[in-house]
């Protein structure tokens, strides 16, 4: 299979910065998808940079055959050449357009288009293009289910060279059968698991790698400890037989005692024991060398528990008629039992938030809202401004508290430390919910909490929000099939039919 791009010795740290990202790297790509995956500051878009040429490494050379195309999370708009690409009267690029559902009309309202329709035109520009190597970063954050379905059925088409950056696992599982893990901890360099597997089987075999060297560090350095001493023991001895054997101390006439000495010399006994400890001290100096040798397992603590707890309400919320503008949804009688996880899935458009924002008007009016978590999908200045000022009124033993959960959900808590950095939406919302679980609340409403969160952090998030713990009530809005498998039992759906919306609840996923 021929190569697309090939990295060799590339080494790369951003201007004015004394830390590198990449050092002596050396990697290769050929056709098929390779998905990019990794904690937020690992160096995926960094090495995508790397790759397209808008990044230039200090060291290295990077080699590519064909033209690269590459989509940034955010569509900047459609340029004067897109139009031509996109309408250059071939049959293939009509049969794009058909195949991401983007009619004439649509394409010349570009700025009316929801967030899922601007994804699908962003990959359609690109792919007209007819590119050797496509490069994506994130192409299906925030899609509901139909966009998602209509972009994995291209990108599977796709006979080139392509590179996705993803968390997503569905979409990743789809396409792609190798994933590049970048894992970093500052200072050090990125360090990538190349693993021939799809995203979730490969972050299983990563876990199990590094849980196998870890083992196999921790035996070598503890065999060099149990040597070290065996070595010092035996060099006691050692010392302790040269003084038995020495014949310093002895009276000249005493030739009777001086000649058992000699009788030990020769049968060895003062250098048995000497060459025991120097075989052992070779052995230990070679295990030492093999461990200098081997790269040490990252192994970071990672994940919380959620300290939930308490009376857990029962809920109910409608009958209602909801109403956003001109558009209506209609709420039957919805009832959420004690410790219950519900799921709320729907299009883009279809009034998922709109629901889930009563609910929580519902639950503060009712005098809960010591009970109640809630995680928008996005904050606004007054909540972002709310939380660093709950931040600034800590100790210094409840920031630390803070800071090490925040760790321990896969983000670098640096943020916190320096006044004049803002918070990405994903810290925010790490931030919202470890500055919270510790009071007890047990009615947890989020709003798509893994937009905005890397695949480390939506891993741990699952874990502590699992189907299997009753202790809160959760109700959440989300696109991520796999996140919902594991944290939901329960689904409500959201439809929009004719320019109206219907909740139909209730069903088992």
Not at 21 to 31: G, K, Q, R, V, Y
Not at 58 to 77: L, N, R
Not at 98 to 106: G, K, V
Not at 115 to 132: D, M, N, S, V
Request: contains cysteine; aromatic residues 6%; proline residues 4%.
């Amino acid at each position: 299979m021929s190569e697309y791009i090939i990295l060799r010795g590339v080494s790369f740290s951003y201007p004015g910065s004394s830390i590198s990202i990449f050092d002596n790297l050396t990697l290769s790509f050929s056709e098929g998808w390779t998905v990019l995956s990794g904690a937020n500051g690992s160096g995926k878009t960094t090495l995508a940079g790397i790759i397209s040429g808008s990044l230039h490494p200090d060291s290295g050379t990077v080699s590519k055959s064909g033209e690269v195309v590459f989509c940034p999370q955010v569509f900047p708009g459609l340029s004067d050449d897109d139009w031509c690409y996109i309408y250059d009267g071939s049959a293939e690029t009509g049969k794009l357009r058909s195949q991401l559902a983007l009619s004439d009309s649509m394409i010349e309202r570009e700025q009316e288009l929801s967030g899922g329709e601007k994804k699908r035109l962003q990959l359609l520009c690109a792919l007209a293009r007819r590119p050797q190597i496509l490069i994506l970063d994130e192409p299906t954050n925030h899609l509901d289910s139909q966009s998602r379905f209509l972009i994995i059925s291209v990108l599977k088409e796709f006979d080139g060279c392509g590179i996705i950056i993803t968390h997503d696992r569905t979409t990743a599982a789809a396409i792609s059968e190798r994933t590049l893990f970048l894992e970093r901890i500052v200072p050090s360099p990125s360090r990538i698991y190349d693993i021939p597997l799809p995203l979730s089987e490969a972050l299983k075999e990563i876990e199990r790698r590094k849980k196998d060297g870890r083992s196999a560090y921790d035996s070598m350095a503890m065999e060099i400890s149990s040597l070290s001493s065996l070595s010092s023991r035996l060099g006691e001895k050692s010392e302790g037989m040269q003084k038995k054997l020495s014949k310093a101390g002895f009276d000249v006439h005493d030739h009777s005692g001086k000649a058992k000495i000699d009788g030990a010399r020769l049968t060895g006994k003062d250098r048995s024991i000497e060459n025991q400890r120097q075989r052992i001290i070779s052995r230990e100096k070679h295990i030492e060398d093999k461990l200098k040798a081997m790269e040490k397992p990252l192994m970071r603590k990672e994940g919380l528990t959620l300290k939930a707890g308490g009376y857990i309400p029962s809920l109910s919320f409608g009958p209602a008629e909801l109403s956003a503008g001109d558009y209506k949804l209609t709420v039957p009688l919805l009832s959420i039992e004690p410790g219950a996880h519900i799921a709320i899935t729907g299009s883009n458009g279809s009034g998922k938030t709109l629901l889930i924002k009563a609910i929580v008007a519902m639950i503060e009016s009712e005098g809960r809202s010591g009970k109640l978590l809630y995680i928008p999908q996005e904050y606004s200045p007054e909540q972002t401004l709310a939380l660093k000022q709950r931040i600034s009124a800590m100790n210094n033993q409840e920031r630390s508290i803070v800071l090490s959960d925040i760790y321990r959900l896969g983000s670098d808590p640096s943020f916190l430390l320096e006044g004049d950095v803002e918070p990405s939406p994903g810290e925010l919302k790490k931030l919202d919910f470890v500055l919270s679980r510790w009071e007890g609340r047990n009615i947890i409403v989020m709003d798509e909490p893994t937009n905005h969160l890397d695949i480390l952090s939506v891993g741990i998030l699952e874990s502590m929000l699992a189907k299997t713990d009753r202790s809160f009530t959760l109700l959440l809005v989300s696109h991520d099939e796999m996140f919902i498998k594991e944290t939901c039992s329960v689904l409500w759906e959201v439809r929009r039919e004719n320019g109206e919306g219907r909740v139909f609840p209730y069903l088992d996923i």
